[in-house]
């Protein structure tokens, strides 16, 4: 099976605070990907790596970073949390390359930013 | 205008009936398209994926695909309350080499 794992469920978090967000897949899936979810919006990508060192920028990369040192792992980093990055953040892996494969999402990390 | 649409419902359908959802896309030139089933409070999994004009069937699942009018439809057959949850129609366009999420179908399948 499958398992992709992100660090937290629930995270809070001060205006202005550096937050990460941490996913590891243990399938040794080439691709990686991190979404938010909000209401009526559905998933909207915000940065994906189709390689280990590789990124490249989704719909909605602005105030967000990533990193992908290592194959497994994926994090977002929000350089400075503000109150509108409040969602639910979901990171998936897929065998890759490239987007014609089934993802598989972790639990999901719920950030409330105050 | 969104690149993926989807009505957002709810879509209310008797149990045993058929649930017909849509999906319309923007690009013209996107090669493969997938639903994705999400129940609430938990992650998306994938359905069925198509990629050729036409219908493609796996068990009560029929996924249809119309790339001239660029739109694609999952039926749902024989509906059970446990098919209640929202549909995520995802497209591959043909430029960005990612997937494109709809907002999602909230069906919800009455005893």
């Known amino acids: 099976d499958v398992k992709v794992t992100q660090s937290s469920r629930y995270l809070v978090k001060r205006t202005g605070e550096k937050v990460f967000l941490e996913c590891v897949q243990d399938?040794?899936?080439?691709?990686m990907f991190w979404y938010r979810q909000d209401p009526g919006l559905g998933l909207r990508l915000i940065y994906f790596?189709?390689?280990?060192?590789?990124?490249e920028k989704g719909d909605i990369p602005e105030g967000y970073s990533v990193s992908r040192e290592k194959k497994e792992r994926f994090s977002l980093i929000l350089e400075s949390a503000s109150t509108n990055q409040t969602s639910m953040y979901l990171c998936a892996s897929s065998q890759g390359p490239g987007p014609d494969y089934e993802q598989y999402f972790g639990p999901g990390t719920r950030l409330t930013v105050t | 205008q969104k690149e993926v649409e989807q009505n957002s419902g709810p879509l209310s359908v008797p149990e045993g009936a058929i649930a017909s959802l849509n999906c319309t896309y923007s690009d013209r030139g996107s090669q493969s398209f997938f639903w994705y089933r999400q129940y609430s409070g938990k992650s998306p999994e994938l359905i069925m994926f198509i990629y050729s004009n036409g219908d493609k069937e796996d068990g009560r699942f029929t996924a249809q695909l119309n790339k001239a009018s660029q739109y694609v439809s999952l039926l749902i057959r024989d509906s059970q309350p446990s098919d209640s949850a929202t549909y995520l129609c995802a497209v591959n366009m043909a430029a960005g080499n990612k997937l494109t999420f709809g907002g999602g179908t909230r069906v919800l399948v009455k005893p």
């Open positions: 790596s189709y390689d280990v060192k590789m990124k």
């Open positions: 399938m040794d899936h080439e691709n």
